[in-house]
């Protein structure tokens, strides 16, 4: 067998037909040989067997040519499932990249489409609110208050006080004008 033909699609599709179909041949034959054998032993007395002896004996050595029946079954599956990895890991691979490629490409220039129309929307924006006319005059904005700072070296004398009332201490709000209430 020319290893070298294991490598293309055709020489590994008739390397795994062949391989499938001798795993199927041979497990018909162990179903049929696991069928002869537990008919016989079934029928075939031992001295000193029981009631149930010779079934329970024969579906023992029986069961044995079953698991080969079974096995050679599920290796025709993974000689199948041999060729059809080969071909989605091997042969269909570079077909997928260049697909996955493209699809990546043509999201890159989706994106950079978009930030393109983006941008100029942005550029346009600023160039027509620049070059517009200006129809009003900006308003200035009022203050609220002028600020107005308490001195520090007497706050209460600025007010009247009765007679035999002190002044009361100093805290931090006397140096800071106080917000309009309201």
Known sequence: MDINALFT????????ATVRDQHVRDAQQYGQIADIVRRRLEQTPIEGDRWMSKKLRAWKVSRQLKAMQKASGEAASKAEALYATYVNEVLEL?????????RKLERKNGRQAAVGAAVAKSLDKTVSALGAPQEQAPVAVP???????????????????????????????????????G
Do not use: C, H
Request: glycine share 6%; aromatic share 10%.
């Open 9 to 16: 699609d055709e020489g590994l599709r008739a390397f795994t």
């Open 94 to 102: 570079p077909q997928r990249r260049a697909a996955a490629e493209a």
């Open 143 to 181: 203050q609220a208050r002028p600020a107005e700072f308490v001195t520090p070296d007497n706050p209460w004398s600025q007010w009247p006080m009765a007679a035999g009332e002190q002044a009361p201490t100093r805290t931090i709000n006397d140096y800071f004008a106080k917000g309009e209430q």
